[in-house]
């Protein structure tokens, strides 16, 4: 009876079950967060003053107008395709997805203020199907990995009326799974398991300073550390074969949801007073990221799990990104009506496919455009002195912005003959935006 065939499934779908516990935030990394950054390219690392700050800077929550509550409402819509032979197996699905985010900057006493994110996909608020080396077409950056709960909060402290200082973290919690079964192969026994499950709190420290040099003028920086979900799962598997015992010891790896180390520049200008213009420089440490796949490995030299089959480990390739985003706002009406305009660029993280794993990147061209209007009180236009508790205005905006994301087309032309030997890639993702705010003073 060949036994490694059901042995391996089974011990590889027990711990699978259980991934998808995480919460991170990689969705930040490749769509951004708060509807006017979003508009102005994303350059957001000295320009988010409102809850967008808790990604983009911690410390620019002290420079927050007044305190705000927020709510975004955005849809993403895939038109990303692979074209090869008729035969050839088709890239793993993208589904249309939409992600409501609510935030809030809360200025509080001695200079302090204090910000909170939430957000999550409507249709599918986490989503984790990895499996060992596949060969099957997947877009790296988009689709289900995006699909998460993202909590983010960070704290900034206000020094001197020009600096401010900022620090975060990105919520994790990491599993450890321990499986232990008893399965009978012929014998009419039934199927003991056990499973040890740990959650293990882990979070991405963010920190950055704020300052403004001289009127109009904002210079920012940035850290953020990496955040991935974890798995790391002994699997110990005891089949009975007609009153025989057999141990199949399993160790199995898996990173999902990768968010990695990040340090990000960024400046604002009003060159007058109806116009802001952003931009700002992000590098991404994606070389250190260990692969999308499940890794299976025997525990041990000896016994049957040492002589099952298992998929090889590939170096992926990945590499360190540098992303520059621009952007601008020209203000109509009184400042009451804004226009906005932005673009960046990424270069491909992933090399052209060339081993078992059909891993798909391009560089991405993405151009956003959209709009604001503020209504109500400005905090300083108001000639009551600040004293006490009570509110003394209150205020609101209408946020929307679109946003274009063009990935190159890219060719694969690989020398082995067989399924996806010879392909190409590329197409376009497109968001939409809708953020609502009401602020207090």
């Known amino acids: 009876m060949n036994l490694s065939r059901p042995l391996f499934a089974l011990a590889l779908a027990l711990p699978s079950l259980f991934a998808s516990s995480a919460r991170a935030n990689t969705v930040e990394d490749i769509q951004g967060l708060g509807s006017r950054v979003n508009a102005m390219g994303g350059a957001g690392t000295a320009l988010a003053t409102d809850f967008a700050a808790t990604y983009y800077s911690p410390a620019n929550l002290a420079f927050c107008e007044n305190s705000s509550l927020s709510l975004e409402l955005r849809h993403t819509l ?22 409501v985010s609510v935030g809030f900057c809360n200025q509080l006493p001695y200079n302090f203020a204090f910000g909170l994110v939430f957000a999550m996909g409507l249709q599918n608020p986490m989503t984790l199907d990895q499996t060992t080396l596949s060969s099957t077409p997947q877009f790296l950056l988009y689709g289900e990995p995006l699909e998460q709960l993202s909590i983010q909060l960070g704290v900034a402290y206000k020094i001197v009326p020009q600096l401010s200082i900022g620090l975060g973290v990105s919520i994790l919690v990491n599993s450890f799974l321990g499986v232990n079964a008893s399965i009978p192969i012929v014998t009419d026994g039934t199927v003991e398991a056990e499973i040890r499950w740990d959650l293990k709190p882990r979070a991405a420290v963010v920190a950055g300073v704020h300052a403004e040099p001289i009127p109009g003028l904002h210079l920012a920086a940035n850290y953020r550390s990496a955040l991935f979900h974890d798995l790391n799962t002994p699997t110990n598997v005891e089949v009975e074969a007609a009153g025989v015992f057999l141990d199949v010891q399993l160790f199995i790896e898996s990173a999902a949801w990768y968010s990695p180390q990040q340090f990000a520049i960024g400046v604002t200008w009003d060159p007058i007073d109806a116009l802001t213009l952003a931009f700002d420089v992000t590098w991404f440490d994606w070389s250190s990221h260990p692969g999308p796949f499940l890794v299976v ?35 109509i009406l009184d400042d009451d009506l804004a226009l906005r305009a932005g673009y960046h660029y990424r270069a491909a ?48 905006s209408i946020d929307v912005f679109v946003r274009v994301q063009h990935m190159k087309s890219r060719d694969v032309a690989r020398t082995e003959t067989g399924p996806l030997d010879v392909y190409s890639f590329g197409g376009n993702v497109l968001d939409a935006g809708l953020q609502l705010s009401i602020g207090w003073f």
Do not use: C, W
Request: aromatic residues 8%; glycine residues 12%; without cysteine.
């Open 78 to 99: 895939y038109e990303l395709e692979l074209e090869g032979d008729p035969d050839d197996p088709e890239a793993k699905e993208l589904r249309d997805q939409t992600r």
């Open 297 to 331: 490995t025997p525990v041990g030299e000896d016994g049957i799990a040492a002589g099952l089959r298992y998929p090889e480990r590939e170096d992926y390739g990945f590499r360190d990104v540098v992303v520059p985003r621009l952007g601008a706002e020209y203000r």
């Open 349 to 396: 993280i992933a090399p052209v496919p060339s081993q078992t794993s059909n891993l798909l990147d391009s560089d991405v061209h993405s151009i956003s455009l959209g709009g604001g209007y503020f209504f109500g009180d400005r905090p300083d236009e108001m000639t009551e002195p600040a004293t006490g508790p009570h509110i003394r205005g209150a205020n609101g």
